[in-house]
């Protein structure tokens, strides 16, 4: 890959990543991160009886300006999930930065694509080996 052409990043959110991306890609290229991954990220530093609400909310108001009043909300009961939901804010929406259109959002946003496709490769992977295994002990 040519780390000079322009690219748009999809990831998870983790810091290394991030990293790898710079280092290796430069800085100026834009990062999108996946917005449920943010969501399941604030929620797992939430008492279970909280989590669905702030999931809902997450999921309904998907605007800067209604999530950094989520987080000064969370900042009372739960300074990690605050946190957690602060960092990176900016970059859960690139997308709409960049002028991408809405149509594109829903799969852009997300790591979906990426993780289906793993996913799908992996169940059939397993298959195989637990197959030639049998076959293989068998013989």
Known sequence: MDPKAK???VID???ALRAAINKVFGA?????????????NVCQRLPEEEKAQVKAAMRASYGMARLRKLADWLEQESP????SLREG??????????????????CLAITNLIESSQSGVR???RRVCRSMLAWWSAG
């Open 123 to 125: 169940t059939r992977t």
């Open 80 to 83: 990690a999930a605050a946190n």
């Open 28 to 40: 100026q290229h834009p990062v999108q991160r996946c917005r449920n991954h943010k969501i399941e």
């Open 7 to 9: 690219r748009l990043f």
């Open 13 to 15: 959110g983790a810091k």
């Open 89 to 106: 804010l900016e970059e859960c929406f690139t997308l709409n930065r960049l002028g991408i259109p809405p149509s594109l959002h829903r």
